[in-house]
């Protein structure tokens, strides 16, 4: 039997989340609007985020958007009225500051820009349809990013293809960012939620000790060089190391017919 649905709404409804253990879905829901994010949507997204983020049931993280569209990027009538601008999308309280305790998968169909690109690259899995689109819109009226795509987007793809797209505001459409890696899977038109969920169910059903200590491995080392990144690496393996492991590699080993040994990390 399937567990039962939870659904929540955050800031007014401009953000959904859909709970089925061990799986949340988070949907940016401003259809209308392209879902374009406002200062509302943008402490709704946080709010999600931080509630599936502390959940103890949850083991992944699904995040979309409604009608079609991914995230169309910052809403442009609020920025122009404030004449602050304010980078809350990154921000320390904001939703992309920094990465989650577990992973976070994207189903992206539409547009995926400026903002909504930086809530794209804070995933960690991009699974996308034929109509999917990336681009630093922003470029095409004046505004910086703020979101952390000049520190994510690079180091996904390269700083060359990076550059390329942070200078022109070029559209990389779906068949090209899976070829450059700013997408990782493709999915039927219309079905990348769908396939986003089965993929986290599967990643929930996996021994999680050891792939949140290597997801964490993976992240903290970016910011190391290479010899630190690797002894940061083995600490964390030796902490990951136990019963779960143990347990797994004799499942394993019963069903290839090799042997066992005790490791000592």
């Known amino acids: 039997m ?22 949340t879905t988070i949907i940016i829901n401003r259809a209308e609007m392209k879902n374009a ?3 509302k949507t943008v402490g709704g997204l946080a709010g999600a985020f931080q509630m599936a983020d502390a959940d103890e049931e949850i083991r992944a993280i699904v995040v ?15 920025l122009a009225a404030n ?3 304010r980078p809350w999308a990154s921000a320390a309280d904001g939703p992309l500051a920094v990465p989650l305790s577990k992973p976070v998968i994207a189903a992206i169909e539409g547009a995926a820009s400026a903002e909504g690109l930086g809530v794209a690259l804070f995933c960690d899995i991009r699974i996308i349809d034929e109509t999917a689109a990336f681009s630093v819109a922003s470029r095409l009226w004046g505004g910086p990013t703020g979101d952390g795509t000049t520190v994510r987007l690079p180091r996904l793809v390269g700083a060359g293809r990076a550059l390329d797209m942070v200078i022109s505001g070029r559209t990389v459409a779906a068949d090209e960012a899976l070829t450059m890696g700013l997408a990782s899977r493709k999915a039927p038109r219309g079905a990348t939620r769908a396939e986003a969920e089965k993929l986290a169910h599967q990643i929930a059903a ?17 910011d190391q060089d290479g010899a630190a990144a690797i002894a940061h690496e083995v600490a964390l393996a030796r902490a990951a190391y136990g019963a779960e492991a143990q347990a797994g590699a004799a499942r394993q080993a019963q069903r290839t017919g090799g042997s066992v040994r005790l490791l000592r990390v």
Not at 2 to 23: C, E
């Open 2 to 23: 399937a567990a039962p649905l939870t659904s929540m709404t955050f800031a007014d409804g401009n953000i959904l989340a859909s709970r089925r253990v061990p799986v």
């Open 37 to 39: 994010l406002n200062a």
């Open 64 to 78: 979309t958007g409604a009608g079609g569209c991914f995230c169309s990027g910052a809403d442009l009538g609020e």
């Open 83 to 85: 004449g602050i601008y």
């Open 206 to 222: 996996l021994p999680q000790t050891a792939l949140l200590a290597d997801r964490r491995s993976l992240y903290e080392g970016l």
